[in-house]
């Protein structure tokens, strides 16, 4: 019994295959599917009585890729160039076999065809969709490392010339069924009920078996190779923009420009050949394990409620409190509105209270703008937001929110004054980044209710939130707090209480080693050019500007202050205390920081920090800049799971990718170290403790699981 | 060990390099055969003791394709036992043939040969053959690649030239040539270029604007920002230089080297060879040398490459009388001066190819004859003539006139 596809042969002599992959939602390529797609083709070349062959779906989608988890395990079972080709070539030999079986196949796209779906598309010789505006039709292996391995990306620049297919293939792009007809992806568009008859009278009308690449005399539209000087123009351009843009880190990019490349040159067996053994390189590659298993796997199982405590019921937060309706405050109304909660937005007065209110006035206007919202549904987001100064109408929140300054006086004020209308069984959250929760949680007279909510700046773009639980949280307010960020679609990660718990704590040790860097008279060029090159999205000056360096003098004044005679200063701290106290810049905010902020133009480095910090005589080379910068990111979270603020190598992943942007080459700041490999990263962080300071020094507990080869995952 | 003595030079003047330019009208084939007539003409030349006719071209391909000097010598009515080859050493590929007619001397093999260079910029235009350092993705992201005025520029950058920098040595580029050029000092080595009637098409550089003033060449644009910013460019070379905050883009069609097209070529041999067919050797060759340098930046393999050849000749920078070096960016030229410690009245002293321009593939055969034409004329005794080269490369000989 199959357990994939459904072969029946009508009165005229036409397979019809059914794509339906048991106990899956979407049809996803797997083992069995590729064994049962195998014997279909099969029967196909050698059944006299079939003339030719339909292919189609039963489910929604025609087909959504490959099945990740199985590829996530078997990246652990590819070690060397054999066993990485014995995975990249049977699907593509098997795509081969069915364009060249002899009989005419038409594909009939029924829904989204993605990765593999339109590769087996492509190996159809016709191409029929059905006019179903849910349909998404691309390549989008890129965005998990990976290239289009079953003969995409050397079918599609064979239909659609080279320029238009690299664009689709680098960038992932997905399109819909008008867009794909218009690039000349599908033949046919035809209303869904008649999809599967159109593609049988294609195969009884026309039906040619034989594909264009492989008719004779056949060229490759728009030139390809190294001596037409289209496609010369289009391979030199597109190789810089992939080094700009991957920075050398992502190897999926080049990767496929080069299977384009060699592969349109040569007879596509050839080229389906050349492309396999790309692929295998990238399956060979740790980035690839890195990205699909937390950019995917990981990530998915989070927003799915992985780290929710079981035993709990599944709640919903209709009506949501919110105290103070600054940057925060309104950023958190808007996405909670957005999620349809009723929210009362509490400040002290009515005009700050509405002015929280604004922004999601100014963010659903420009939604109605650009055409993504109705004016009505827009006008139901912001009539959800009530803004309000009396903490009587929080009585019926479910769930409460502070974002208010981060004073620990006032923000027990505001608990008390909360915890004395909101119900008893109601959570209490903070959105503090830096004060502990557990003693936020003292304020509180149910601190097991008590839990940290830490969004992330603009609360509207960043996809991840910090659930932080506190000593007496309970199990159930965390199960709580977990359903409101799924209800926002958001991507929840559970920590520990520390001081700024996992993402901000570790964030400060990368700009810490920027400003220590600088210190040690490294260029301030070298510095953020680097940090960009190693994958973060700004460099250490460039965010401190961004955050203030003013923020940071204080920040680090409080923990001075909290930790009395435990407070061991900073290796950064001459530069922070110089820049604000003696060069009075304290940031992007103030005109002046590490950067000049003209009027007109990019951001310049303040040319006056080459006397504030007199660059060295010798400069680092950049690869040690960029270990330090990545290192001391990585090492920082190894105590944090040491210390147990972190229990999940997961959420150390996510967190510090979608949280502080971490290179997402990386796979997060633990899959880092294990791609490192653990003893050799130990052993380079003793190198560096050793030539630039005990920062960097391996706990005795990291070395003992190095020595154990004991992995985080 | 035998030695190489120059005994003639000449070149073409060099045509605007587009379809106006006045040697369009003329095949490369052509151009090279009445350059190697010229020089069997000058010197009353038996042919038919060329041992070889070493040739550069950059774009070999096309009509500059299958080996040039080989059917230039044909079509020059050269005798038929004379062969020919064709090299490319990129910007230095003249130079480079002069350099391996000699080492054939050098190496006791030939007696008699010729060593020059083609390009004819608008018949057959730069990057016509591709290449897989340019083309293949593989290739180019290994090696970094970027187009060479990036690395102009880049070079601008880091040693602080500014805009008005490159531009007053433009300008005085053009100054100088205008100069040699109102004086006589290029006459001896011009071959005018003649149509099939005979009558003269060009017999002067055609490129030159010596009216230029330093406010003029500051309004150009600068002609390799887009490249750098939209095409990623400059992030390629910054992946490489990463201490460098951004690219200043300084260099302009003003004070980079002009495309344009020509033939230039040296005749060398023996001593005996000379004293047989009674040729005065006019200079010797002392030594020559190429190095590699870092291939993104591209153009910074003079200085190292001058330093190479003065250790095989056993001499010092200070030895040298004059130098040469061609005008592929005035960036390139600056920071040779400033490396070098070469003052500025030593080196290009009749200007070079920002006035000139710079048919690729020639224009190492073509400095070669101007420096030494400058050297008779001053009385001076050496000459290192140099090029920076594509993918990150240098090339230098030096050359001792004979009293």
Known sequence: MNQTLSLAVDADGIALITLDVQGRPMNVVTPALLEELGAAVERIRTDAAIKGAVITSAKADFMAGADLKWLLEAHAQIHDASTAMAFAWPLNQLFRQLETCGKPVAAAI????????????????????????????????????????????????????????????????????????????????????????????????????????????????????????????????????????????????????????????????TGLKIESRYLSTLLLSPVTRNMIRTLFVNKGAAEKGARRPTGVPASKVTTLGILGAGMMGAGIAYVSAKAGMQVKLLDTSTEKAAKGREYTEKLVEKDVARGRLTPVKAMEIVTRITPVTDYQALAGCELVIEAVFEDRAIKADVTRKTEAVIPAGAVFASNTSTLPITGLAEASARPAHFIGIHFFSPVEKMPLVEIIVGRETSQETLARAIDYVMQLRKTPIVVNDSRGFYTSRVFGTYTNEGMTLLHE????????????????????????????????????????????????????????????????????????????????????????????????????????????????????????????????????????????????????????????????????????????????????????????????? | MAEAYIYDCVRTPRGRGRNTGALHEVPPIQLAAQVLAALRERNQLDTSLVDDVVFGCVSPVGEQGAVVPRVAAIIADYDQNVPGKQLNRFCASGLEAVNTAAAQIMAGQSDLTIGGGIESMSRVPMGSDGGAWVSDPAVAYKSYFAPQGIGADLIATMHGFSRRDVDAYACESQRRAAEAWKNGWFQRSIVPVKDILGDVILDRDEHMRPQTTLEELGALKPAFTQMGEDFGFDAVALQRYPGVEQIEHVHTGGNSSGIVDGCGAVLLGTKEIGERLGLKPRARIRAFASIGSEPTIMLTGPAPSARKVLKRAGMNASDIDLFELNEAFASVVLLYMQDMGIPHDRINVNGGAIAMGHPLGATGAMILGTVLDELERRGLGTALINLCVGAGMGTATIIERMN
């Not at chain 1, 922070?576 to 103030?590: A, C, D």
């Open chain 1, 110 to 269: 029924n829904g989204t065809a993605l990765g593999g779906g339109l590769e087996l598309a492509l190996a159809c010789h016709h191409r029929v969709a059905a006019d179903n505006p849910a349909t998404r039709i691309g390549l989008p292996e890129v965005l998990v490392g990976l290239l289009p391995g079953a003969g995409g990306t050397q079918r599609l620049p064979r239909l659609i010339g080279i320029p238009d297919a690299l664009r689709l293939i680098i960038e992932g792009t997905h399109l819909n069924v008008a867009e794909a007809a218009a690039k000349k992806i599908v033949h046919q568009v035809v209303p869904p009920e008649s999809l599967v008859a159109t593609a049988k009278a294609w195969v009884l009308e026309h039906g040619n078996p034989v594909q264009p690449w492989d008719a004779k005399g056949f060229k490759v539209p728009g030139g390809a190779g190294g001596m037409d000087p289209r496609s010369v123009q289009t391979f030199m351009g597109g190789t810089a923009l992939v080094a700009k843009r991957t920075n050398h880190n992502y190897p999926a990019p080049i990767a496929i420009m080069s299977a384009v490349y060699e592969g349109t040159q040569v007879p596509i067996d």
């Open chain 1, 521 to 713: 008279g490294v260029s301030p060029a070298l510095i953020e050019n680097v940090a960009k090159q190693a994958g973060m999205p700004v460099g250490p000056l460039a965010v401190l500007d961004e955050v203030t360096l003013e923020l940071a003098y204080h920040v680090t004044q409080q923990t001075r202050r909290d930790l009395g005679d435990a407070y061991r200063p900073l290796s950064g701290w001459p530069v922070l205390q110089k820049m604000v106290e003696e060069l009075k810049r304290l940031g992007k905010r103030h005109g002046q920081g590490f950067y000049d902020y003209p009027a007109e133009g990019r951001k310049r480095l303040w040319s006056g920090l080459a006397s504030a910090f007199p660059a060295a005589a010798v400069q680092p080379e950049a690869e040690e800049v960029r270990k330090r910068l990545l290192y001391i990111q990585a090492l920082e979270t190894a105590r944090c799971v040491e210390e147990r603020v972190v229990t999940a190598a997961a959420d150390a992943d996510l967190g510090s990718i979608l949280g502080w942007g971490f290179p997402a080459w990386t796979g997060g700041t633990l899959s880092y170290i294990e791609t490192v490999g653990l003893s050799a990263f130990v052993a380079e962080c003793k190198r560096l403790a050793a030539r630039y300071g005990e920062r960097f020094t391996p706990s005795p507990w990291l070395e003992a699981r190095a020595a154990r080869g004991e992995t985080f995952h």
